[in-house]
């Protein structure tokens, strides 16, 4: 599904991933993990195109790395950011328009309400009016919504209740069992080996060690 | 009591066309982030091409669709041209200043400086205190309100205007759920064109044109745009009508540089005492 070779990311002069080779088959999880400013987030965010990024990025075995990140995106992937994951200044429902399809919003609201129930009666609220849990819900769900081959998570359980934990896990296996892949980065390690096949540790922009899962 | 009334009509009429050109700068400004510093050249543009469609096609309604599709190309145009630098805000108020006087000056050398006019393209009149009042001019502030309500519908109730607002707040993350931010920015700078080629056109045949009536408009457009908020387009209305309507009744009782300075003195002085009255762009508004 993805394979990424001699992959770096670099801001001028300071490259946050150095040399990052590996693949990602379908169906599979992968983590990233190590301290902040590892170039967990850089990862991700050059995966998807919002950083400029040098070598291969190879997606259902095309290089994408020259797509612009909604190309990218209508391709099939899906990403999750560790921050500002919602557009404030839009309602619940309306961060979940952004991305479905107009005639079919009933369907859309029962599946994210059997999906998060708490978040029923929410919908007409602005988004920056939700605590940092709800958000992350709320972009977990839009995420789905579109049904990608891929799914980037940046610190996903970032504000969740450990129950939400749980349910966020159930979902992803769920994806998992339906051949999709993920590449996860948390600094959750424990959480990371419950979904994923390997966990990469990251340290100065290297793999320093890869943990089974 | 008939000087009032035709001051404050004359203030509704000309508010609404004003209301469309600010609604015109505060797509492209607001809901872009770009500072257009060519949007009243665009006006001006849409202006002329009313005179020329009058002078040289001999129908003047034929400008109403001409203008908002000519000047929007061009605002497409505008769009193009900054792509390489609309993240950068300088380098754009720069670029497009740049467009200003190109606009400008290419209106002075192919029509010269001499002040340009187009009959109204209906004469009937309609009594208000005894004094025949344009019915033309009421064509002008219902056209304007439809407009008006038609871009309220797009830019709150459509799926473009949700994308459009999405991209404002956080073009970033609106890129990577899929929205392409570039070709919105490009739909944004033609509606912002049409509208303002539109404005021009209606207005056509209530003023004298000249080459600098775009440069003189926009300082105008912009102050209703800062106080109404960016990307607020019903707040920039009623800004745009106030100014106006303001505008209009001080004119009766002084002259019409008087009356401006007045208006923006008490602009000035009611967003000194309430700072909150300022609108808030919806990004810094946002917190999240």
Redesign the interface.
């Known amino acids: 599904m993805l394979e990424l070779r001699d992959f770096q990311v670099r801001y001028g002069n300071f490259k946050a991933i150095k040399n990052l080779s590996f693949s990602l088959p379908s169906g599979d999880a992968v983590g990233l993990t190590g301290r902040n400013g590892v170039g967990k987030t850089s990862t991700l965010k050059g995966i998807?195109?919002?950083v400029e990024t040098e070598g291969e990025v190879l997606f259902r075995g095309e290089d994408i790395s020259d797509l612009?990140?909604?190309t990218r995106?209508?391709r099939g992937i899906g990403?999750l950011?560790q921050e500002?994951?919602?557009?404030?200044?839009?309602t619940l429902e309306?961060n979940l328009?952004?991305?479905g399809e107009?005639s079919g919003e009933d369907r859309i609201k029962n599946e994210v309400i059997d999906l998060f129930p708490c978040l029923k009666g929410l919908f007409n609220q602005k988004?920056?009016n939700l605590s940092g849990g709800e958000?992350t819900m709320v972009a977990i769900a839009?995420?789905l919504i579109?049904n990608p081959d891929l799914l980037l998570l940046d610190e996903p359980t970032e504000g969740l209740m450990p129950e939400l934990e749980e349910v966020l896990h159930r979902v992803l296996e769920e994806n998992l069992r339906q051949d999709r892949s993920i590449l996860i980065a948390d600094r959750n390690i424990n959480y990371l080996k419950a979904i994923s096949n390997e966990v990469y540790q990251l340290s100065e922009g290297l793999v320093s060690n890869v943990i089974e899962g | 009591m008939s000087k009032l009334a035709f001051g404050l009509l004359n203030g509704v009429v000309w508010g609404t066309v004003l209301a469309l050109l600010s609604s015109g700068l505060n797509v492209v400004f607001g809901l872009m982030g770009t500072v257009n510093v060519a949007h009243g050249s665009l006006y001006m543009f849409g202006a002329y091409l009313a005179w020329i469609c009058f002078s040289f096609l001999d129908s003047f309604w034929l400008s109403l669709i001409v203008s908002p599709l000519a000047v929007g190309l061009v605002g497409v145009s505008i769009g193009f041209l900054l792509k390489p630098v609309r993240k950068d805000p300088i380098l754009t108020v720069l670029g497009t200043f740049g467009i200003t006087i190109l606009l400008q000056g290419s209106t002075l050398v192919l029509w010269g400086g001499t002040p340009r006019r187009v009959p109204l393209p209906f004469d009937s009149t309609f009594s208000l205190f005894g004094t025949g009042y344009s019915f033309y001019r009421i064509f002008v502030a219902l056209v304007s309100g439809l407009v008006l309500y038609c871009l309220w519908f797009l830019v709150e109730r459509t799926k473009f205007g949700l994308r459009l607002r999405a991209s404002r707040e956080d073009p970033e993350l609106s890129s990577a759920i899929g929205i392409p931010v570039f070709n919105l920015f490009l739909l944004g700078f033609a509606l912002g064109g049409a509208l303002a080629g539109l404005s021009g056109a209606l207005i056509a045949p209530l003023v004298s044109l000249t080459p600098e009536m775009g440069l003189r408009i926009f300082a105008i457009v912009f102050l209703i745009v800062i106080i109404g908020g960016l990307g607020k387009i019903w707040r920039s209305v009623v800004v745009a009508i106030y100014f106006a309507v303001f505008r209009g009744l001080a004119s009766i009782f002084l002259d019409s540089t008087k009356g401006l300075i007045l208006t923006f003195s008490l602009a000035l002085l009611v967003v000194l005492v309430n700072p909150s009255i300022l609108g808030r762009s919806s990004a810094n508004a946002n917190g999240s």
Request: glycine share 8%.
């Open positions: 998807i195109g919002l612009e990140p909604h995106a209508t990403y950011p500002r994951k919602v557009f404030g200044q839009l309306e328009r952004l991305v107009d988004a920056v958000q839009r995420l579109r």
